[in-house]
């Protein structure tokens, strides 16, 4: 039974150790720099302090008290939300855990007033998750900070 719950202060060095763990398991063909990026920037102060952010989203989910996945999303007072990480360990993908994440965070969204959603990857193979999860893929690559082409996936929702 897979648990979701928003990070707590002193789970921050648990979710950073999962984020880099996913990232050397999933991204193993980013340059070398993007890893050492990801270990300067998600550091536990960083995270300790997003997780008292309201328009940081930091989600842990758990599969019997092991984490497993989790996901950060960004909310931005245009009326924008995106997900700016997402990651399962491939151990436990397949399970409905990252269709899971994707949910709750589109739930805190909506209730800020969220019409537009985002996220971008680099993995070709997302674009059937993204899809069934009823986002459209926009036209076109975006670069990543790495030089990497990304696709962009939009999904709009209109309340009244
Ligand atoms: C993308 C990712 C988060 C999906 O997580 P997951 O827990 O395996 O996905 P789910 O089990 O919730 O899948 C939901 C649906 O998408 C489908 N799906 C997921 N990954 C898929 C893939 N690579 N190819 C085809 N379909 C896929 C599932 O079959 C499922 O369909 P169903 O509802 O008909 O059964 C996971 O593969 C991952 O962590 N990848 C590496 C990191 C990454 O690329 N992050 C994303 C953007 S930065």
Aim: cysteine-free; hydrophobic content about 40%; glycine content about 8%.
């Amino acid at each position: 039974m897979v648990k979701i719950t928003k990070l707590k202060e002193e789970e921050a060095g648990i979710f950073r150790k999962l984020l880099l763990k996913i990232f050397i398991e999933s991204f193993s063909y980013y340059p070398l720099r993007a890893q050492k990026f990801n270990k300067r920037y998600w550091s536990v102060g960083r995270l300790t302090q997003y997780s008292h952010k309201k328009i940081i989203l930091l989600l842990l989910a758990r599969e019997a008290s092991l984490p497993v996945g989790l996901l950060i999303g960004k909310y931005y007072s245009s009326g924008k939300s995106s997900i700016l990480w997402l990651g399962v360990l491939i151990t436990h993908r397949g399970k409905g855990i990252g269709a899971k994440l994707v949910k709750h965070w589109e739930e805190w969204a909506k209730a800020k007033g969220v019409h537009t959603f985002r996220t971008s990857t680099a993995d070709f193979q997302n674009e059937k998750f993204y899809s069934k999860l009823g986002f459209t893929k926009s036209p076109g690559f975006e670069m990543d900070d790495w030089g990497m082409k990304k696709m962009v996936f939009i999904k709009k929702e209109y309340h009244g």
